[in-house]
């Protein structure tokens, strides 16, 4: 396989081998948009790059020359003759990495070239102004020359010609690196391909990568392309355009241009750029041309696109293409959109929805009654959808993991990418919704404003001025990113809602999921939130979550201080009554969904009065002295409650305690019966470590639940089960299986009694272990499927041979993981449950996963 292809000669390659950018460049070429010819050097190229310790190789270089004479034949021009080439070198990764490495414009320009070109263009402003940016870029990308060096120079020019100060610029270089600025074209491009190829593992390159979860050994693509020129004169521009709106998802042609203007001005924001809708009146038939080829590209890729464009002397050149980036919400509506429009199937668009973004829809609003007394300190343009509220930062250093930050920059660039990932959102003073900070928040799904221009940043003094106005660093603001609107203090947040093109979304979802969805939940309004989100059921419903409301915890303390058995069913009683208006509730709002119930499984500690306060009402509760309370707590300390005194093991010492649950689970169903709700019940035992303290408990609650059946002279149907949480469970998973009607993996547990490691105390260890390559991912986050993952499948195996059709589901915090909800349906597990507001990612990612599998 070559190093390097022509435009004209890709065809097939794909974005492993050519990057994003070359081969939507080869597939432009393909179809015969009007593109500048080029030729890309690709990753291949790059790899044997850095095993050839960042250098060139013979081989290399003498496939560069024979490129570039292709290159010189097919544009009919040359780096030495008078129909002068001139090139841009640019990065183009596998996946998009936007403003994270390198472009130079206005290669192959030296002093005989530049007098050729003024011969040719009779323009010698023009040729200067690129050829002094030409020095500028090179200088900075190539040799790491502080690009202020130059500007400096062209602030305080002092009326000297452009030619004087190419000549002050070049100085500057021999200053900096003790050489001439290179004259040669074909040693211009290899310098600038080195860059490129060293850029792929420059800091902002890399922390991107890490955020992102791209794979390090990608490589970069280079792309060197014929130079169109976009400052030739007043009919010439440079524009960035979404064939729909990014951030709301309107089919309508978004962006913005630039005339008399090069790319880099637009995509740095150094410049504030017109609306594309203005370009209808500017440039009619540009604007007509544009458009159309806007839909050919978005139907030929099956995506809204991002594109890069210039104007030559009137005429449309066309640089670059890619799926674009947008927020979720917009994300949504363009998939829904599209099928409708025909442009692409159901199944395509449940697989362009990013899963790790989703969640960002849920978001919301600022509150409209909260909005009328807070002052609208002014208005940028809505960069990236969303609303934020934090203390204002002025620099990337002032922004601190946990806390909530709204990051203020004049601009944004690469070097801000750290800090961008960890504020809540960002305004910036210059730029549009194409510039880096735009971009970049969309693809985060960050809350933004652009182009704010009446801040006046002092970062000297720590504050800024905005229409009169000194909001100083750590004055809370609030920033809109749907209209670009900004507010002096806190505004109160609404929450987000199911747009009705998610609603159809989802229900295109359960067209193609295998994997039920269903929620983990304790309340009655956890039900309608998850059922409201398209929840199947629910997988959790924590019993002892009910126990915190203040009414209930003090029955429940008083339950564990008892001393007696008899003063621990007298607790009980006032329990079963409560329990039971809990169950009742819930029950009624599931309509006939399975519920399955964990019987009690936190340590007593968790209840118990932590302060003095509480302990004398105990105390007076139960006409006790405040010492004997004191007493009998110390009494229940343990050193490791999180594998001591919980879950089975506090029935097996109290059995009344699951029988009390037992007997509120099932009058609770009979009474719902009978007031008109069908109900399916799952009872859950946690914890269970051994088949015989199953056998034990078990026993106790079946002789419960008939007891009732005989008072209530009524039967129901209803399941008994088990957590697998202990790796012992999952090494006898047979023998429970005997017992057991389903296995219900508590995946926190069982992560953290596999691996040893406290999920609480985790964070304080886990970030090292992930940058040092130790861990690629947090195993309490997405499962761990080389570890863990083995005993979940020896437990299938083991539960499958002895009851092939039992019930298998996952009640962690994994079941709303999109990376783990792919293994579990690999596994072909019947359910995952997760938070409410996680339903509906579950659910796309489920879908996905059985796309993903149906397609292999």
């Known amino acids: 396989m070559k190093n390097i292809y022509l435009f004209s000669e890709g065809n097939g390659l794909g974005k492993l081998i050519l990057g994003g950018k070359g081969a939507n460049l080869v597939e432009m070429k393909r179809i015969g948009l009007p593109i500048p010819n080029g030729m890309v050097v690709t990753t291949t190229a790059c790899k044997n790059y850095f095993e050839s310790k960042n250098s060139l190789s013979r081989e290399m270089i003498e496939e560069i020359d024979v490129a570039i004479e292709k290159l010189q034949k097919e544009t009919k021009k040359s780096f030495e003759g008078e129909n002068s080439l001139l090139v841009s070198v640019r990065s183009g990764a596998p996946v998009s990495m936007p403003g994270m490495m390198d472009t130079i414009l206005n290669l192959g320009l030296n002093d005989i070239a530049v007098q050729r070109l003024i011969q040719k263009t009779k323009n010698e402003k023009f040729v200067y102004e690129i050829y002094l940016r030409f020095i500028e870029m090179f200088s900075e990308i190539v040799k790491g020359i502080p690009r202020e060096k130059f500007v400096k120079v062209k602030k305080f020019s002092n009326g000297k010609s452009e030619k004087e100060i190419v000549e002050i610029f070049k100085n500057i270089y021999w200053i900096e690196t003790g050489e001439f600025f290179p004259e040669n074209p074909k040693e211009q491009i290899k310098m600038a391909i080195e860059s490129i190829f060293n850029s792929w593992n420059n800091e902002r390159a890399k922390i991107y990568r890490q955020l992102q979860g791209i794979d390090e050994s990608m490589g970069t ?245 905005i229409n009169g106005e000194k909001i100083y660093e750590g004055d809370i603001i609030s920033i809109n990113g749907y209209n670009g609107e900004i507010y002096k203090g806190e505004v109160k947040l609404k929450k987000g809602e199911i747009s009705e093109e998610l609603k159809e979304l989802l229900e295109w979802c359960k067209e193609f999921k295998k994997l039920e969805i269903r929620m983990n939940a304790d309340t009655p309004s956890d039900v309608l939130v998850g059922r409201e989100f398209g929840a199947e059921g629910i997988g959790l419903c924590r019993t002892e979550h009910m126990f915190f409301e203040d009414e209930k915890i003090w029955s429940v303390r008083e339950m564990i201080i008892a001393n007696t058995k008899e003063e621990r069913e007298k607790a009980l009683e006032k329990l079963l009554k409560l329990q039971k208006i809990d169950f009742k509730n819930m029950l009624h709002k599931m309509d006939g969904m399975p519920m399955n119930i964990r019987l009690l499984d936190p340590p007593f500690h968790e209840f118990l009065p932590k302060n003095e306060k509480d302990i004398n009402k105990l105390a007076q509760q139960l006409k006790k002295t405040s010492l004997e309370i004191g007493t009998r707590i110390k009494e229940l300390k343990e050193e490791n409650p999180m594998l001591g005194h919980r879950g089975c093991r506090l029935a097996i010492t109290f059995p009344e305690i699951y029988e009390m649950q037992a007997r509120a689970i099932i009058e609770s169903a009979i009474e719902c019966g009978y007031e008109g709700s069908s109900c399916e019940i799952e009872i859950m035992i946690p914890f269970i470590g051994g088949i015989s303290e199953f056998k034990y408990i078990k026993e106790g609650i079946l002789k419960e639940i008939e007891k009732v059946f005989k008072e209530k002279q009524k039967t129901i149907s209803y399941k008994l089960g088990t957590m697998m949480e202990l790796p012992r469970a999952c090494l006898i998973a047979n023998e429970i299986a005997e017992e057991s009607a389903f296995f219900s993996f508590g995946t926190n547990d069982l992560t953290q009694t596999t691996y040893g490691i406290s999920r609480d105390d985790s964070i304080k260890f886990i970030d090292h272990y992930k940058a040092k390559n130790i861990m690629k991912r947090d195993p309490f986050q997405s499962i761990d499927t080389r570890g863990v993952g083995k005993l979940i499948e020896l437990a299938k195996e083991l539960g499958q041979s002895v009851k092939p059709d039992i019930k298998i589901g996952v009640c962690g915090e994994h079941g709303g993981d999109p990376k783990s909800i792919e293994y579990f349906n690999e596994l072909g597990f019947s359910y995952v449950s997760c938070s409410p507001f996680r339903v509906p990612i579950a659910i796309v990612a489920a879908a996905q996963s059985a796309i993903q599998k149906r397609m292999g």
């Open 221 to 465: 693509a280079v792309v060197i392309q014929e130079m169109v020129f976009g400052n030739y004169n007043e009919l010439s521009g440079t524009g960035v355009a979404f064939t729909r709106n990014p951030s709301t998802g309107e089919n309508l042609l978004f962006g913005e241009y630039l005339l008399e203007a090069q790319g880099e001005d637009i995509v740095a924001g150094i410049r504030t750029p017109n609306s594309i809708q203005s370009m209808r009146n500017q440039l009619p038939k540009i604007y007509d041309e544009f458009s159309e080829i806007g839909k050919l590209l978005e139907n030929h890729y099956g995506d809204m696109q991002d594109i890069e464009f210039t104007i030559e002397n009137g005429k449309l050149f066309i640089l670059q293409t890619r799926s674009g980036k947008r927020s979720p919400n917009a994300a949504v509506k363009i998939a829904v959109d599209m099928v409708k429009e025909g442009v692409i199937t159901k199944d395509k668009a449940i697989m362009m929805i990013d899963t790790e973004l989703l969640p960002q829809v849920f978001n919301g609003t600022f509150e409209e009654s909260d909005l009328a007394g807070k002052k609208l300190l002014g208005k940028g343009l809505p960069g990236s959808a969303g609303v934020a509220v934090g203390k204002v930062a002025l620099s990337t250093d002032m922004v601190k993991e946990g806390e909530s930050v709204i990051l203020v920059r004049v601009e944004t660039s690469p070097e801000d990418i750290k800090g961008m990932s960890l504020a809540k959102g960002i305004v910036t003073v210059k730029g549009g919704a194409t510039s880096h900070g735009a971009v970049v928040a969309r693809g985060m799904g960050k809350c933004c404003v652009t182009g704010c221009e009446s801040i006046k940043i002092d970062c000297s003094e720590k504050f800024f001025h």
